[in-house]
């Protein structure tokens, strides 16, 4: 499984006056969709025992958010860092990840039997493309927005929401690839025993771009066929008319703003 | 690959430091440095005044495409039984602005069956032509069929630019789309314009939250994707005008789809509509609790309204997750918008903010919510709305 550290950004405001970011108390944090990935793999882990391994691509701090996982019980942790893999778009990113999960594979020797789980998409960039892309480039199947999952063997069936009421229920057979919505689970907390077992024992096994014998064009900026032009705050859009006075009058005047305007 | 820093131009004035979302540039004896967590996402290089900082890039950048060989303008159609989704027509009149300024023709391109008796009707959207390809089996949605034909089409016909609704479908098979063409793909725009010179697609969206705006461009691969969600571009007008209708029947092999629907269920609890909804009462961290979104909820029921609510309120379980507006729920642009107790993050903003008129009731003047509103309201939302409701419930009662 997958996972991604970001920056705690339900949190991250623009100071309206100085049009800058309010960075104060922005922790990095286990991408909030991920941590449903995450419980889904422990889950499958207890009911099947399965082997859990979270692959994850950032800077060296990003052992954190592998630490976290570790803490909850999967068994295995892979960092993807290297200088050469900054500045990726999700084609980058996907190839990447695709080139360590093939490598994990081989290793493994279990190229036929296998289930990728992702988070639906990342607080930060929210683009949702990653999973696809992996999928793509691994040749299997994906199911996006997925709500919950019945693994039985060599296939699964999944619910996948692709409408706000609506749910289709697909089956395909594995190896695939699944994205999951935050609905499809609570996620645990580490245990205090698992805890100390990631924080003393466990090991975060690194992967530069030597290790995954990357081709430079295909990973990081290189490999990236967008890139940002520039990066703008929004702008504020309207001085608002601020209705002053009394509670009644406050309401009084806004009912008769909005009969002005052909609301009411 | 890395970010310079020209300390001979360098002036420690911290502007860089302040466009880092990663805290990633400090300054070492007034001259900014930068740290091992740069993710390399160039922010600096815009906010730097002294134009100090630049990216050292090598050459070895991926292939490079003829892009010269790729024209027009595509938009792929989604639809739902048997009905041509809302976000695909306004995708159609953006797409006819592109194709205007890029002089190419724009093309509707649907995937389904059963449509052989629409096309004339689709034909008054503006495009020049029609793609309709042809298959029984794609009545439904199946992202690797979706993937195949598709990206079969690109290589033959190359388009320059395919613009796809930001749904559940859209953003499942674009991404596939976009790396088996090696094809740079962005997603959730909220602006798309032309820059003639290059004919390169400008493509601006909401990041971190929609704390800061991206615009990204694909500078030299083809076609350029992109996703967009419902809300943001406007119906086209209806027009008469010869559209050119190329059908395709396509015949499938059992291999090519792995997946397979097993059955659709529908949710039979009152389907919530806020992408259609005239009149929107949200509600924000402000509400105080679940019980409390009762009095949202009246305020929305005498207004004949839709509900809905800031992430924060799904997250405590206040609201169903489908009564999400920002980034992560949906995209609204109702003709009315009363935010009520919402602070008015930028995630909550890029979801609400083409709304006609915005309404802000909120507790603290200093709330980001009152930049984006028409009128504002400092107070408290627990004394303030009942008395509101009771003044609409005159007025209601005064119109019959």
């Not at chain 2, 990663?22 to 390399?40: G, H, M, Q, R, S």
């Not at chain 2, 439904?140 to 613009?163: G, N, R």
């Not at chain 2, 119906?235 to 190329?246: G, L, Q, S, T």
Request: aromatic share 6%; net charge negative.
């Amino acid at each position: 499984m997958c996972v991604k550290q970001v920056p705690g950004v339900s949190e991250v405001r623009i100071d309206p006056k100085t049009n800058t970011l309010v960075r104060e108390g922005v922790l990095s944090i286990i991408n909030p969709n991920d941590r449903n990935a995450l419980e889904l793999a422990l889950i499958l882990k207890e009911e099947h025992k399965v082997e859990v391994i979270a692959l994850s691509m950032g800077p060296p701090q990003a052992e954190e958010v592998l630490r976290e996982a570790l803490a909850m019980g999967i068994d295995k942790a892979i960092l993807l860092s290297d200088k050469a893999f900054a500045g990726a778009d999700t084609l980058a990113t996907s190839h990447t990840l695709a080139l360590a999960i093939k490598k994990v594979l081989k290793e493994f020797d279990s190229e036929e039997n296998y289930l990728i789980i992702c988070g639906a998409q990342a607080v930060d960039g929210d683009t949702g493309q990653v999973p696809p892309e992996l999928a793509e480039e691994l040749g299997i199947p994906q199911i996006t927005y997925v709500q919950n999952l019945l693994l039985s063997e060599d296939k699964i069936i999944v619910e996948r929401k692709f409408r706000a009421t609506e749910i289709v229920v697909i089956e395909t057979k594995l190896p695939a690839l699944i994205s999951v919505l935050i609905d499809i689970n609570k996620p645990r907390y580490p245990s205090m025993a698992g805890i100390m077992k990631a924080y003393e024992k466990a090991n975060v096994i690194y992967f530069d771009s030597m290790a995954l014998n990357a081709d430079s064009s295909k990973i990081g900026l290189n490999g990236s066929m967008t890139e940002v032009k520039k990066i703008f705050f929004p702008e504020r859009k309207v001085n608002p008319i601020m209705l002053e006075g009394s509670t009644e009058e406050v309401v009084r005047k806004l009912c008769q703003y909005l009969k002005d305007d052909k609301i009411f | 690959m890395s970010i310079i820093i020209d300390a001979e131009l360098c002036t420690g004035c911290a502007s860089c430091m302040e466009s880092c979302i990663y805290d990633a540039i400090e300054l070492d004896n007034n001259i900014a440095k930068v740290l091992p967590n740069c993710t390399l996402c160039r922010a600096c290089i815009e906010a730097c005044p002294e134009e100090a900082i630049s990216l050292e890039r090598d050459d070895a950048k991926a292939q490079k495409v003829d892009i010269s060989q790729f024209k027009g303008v595509w938009v792929v159609a989604e639809h739902y039984k048997n009905k041509i989704q809302k976000v695909s027509f306004q995708l159609l009149s953006k797409g006819r602005e592109l194709a205007d300024i890029l002089q190419v023709n724009l093309t509707f391109v649907i995937l389904g069956t059963d449509f052989d008796d629409k096309l004339e009707e689709f034909s008054q959207y503006g495009m020049d032509e029609i793609i309709y390809i042809k298959s029984p089996i794609l009545k439904d949605y199946y992202s690797d069929l979706y993937t195949k034909v598709i990206t079969e089409l690109v290589l033959e016909t190359q388009p320059e630019i395919i613009l796809i609704g930001a749904t559940a479908t859209g953003r499942d098979f674009a991404p596939r789309v976009a790396k088996r063409l090696r094809a740079g793909l962005t997603a959730d725009c909220t602006g798309l314009e032309i820059d003639l010179e290059t004919r390169n697609l400008l493509q601006t969206r909401p990041t971190y939250g929609g704390t800061i705006m991206a615009t990204i461009r694909t500078p030299s691969s083809r076609p350029q994707m992109a996703t967009v969600r419902a809300g943001i571009f406007k119906m086209p007008e209806k027009i008469k005008k010869n559209v050119n209708i190329r059908k395709i029947e396509y015949e499938f092999k059992e291999q090519d789809s792995v997946s397979k629907i097993v059955k659709v269920i529908s949710k039979t609890k009152t389907p919530v509509n806020l992408e259609d909804a005239k009149i929107i009462v949200a509600g924000g961290r402000g509400v105080g609790s679940k019980e409390n979104f009762k009095l949202i909820e009246d305020l929305a029921n005498v207004l004949g309204a839709e509900l809905g609510g800031s992430r924060i309120t799904i997250e405590l379980n206040w609201l169903d997750p489908d009564r999400q507006i920002g980034q992560t729920g949906v995209t609204v642009s109702p003709k009315l918008y009363i935010a009520c107790g919402i602070s008015g993050a930028i995630q909550h903003i890029v979801g609400m903010e083409n709304s006609n008129i915005i309404v802000a009731i909120n507790k603290d003047p200093d709330a980001p919510i009152f930049n984006f509103a028409h009128y504002g309201i400092v107070g408290n939302l627990h004394e303030i709305i009942p008395i509101l409701i009771e003044e609409i419930k005159i007025m209601n009662l005064n119109k019959e």
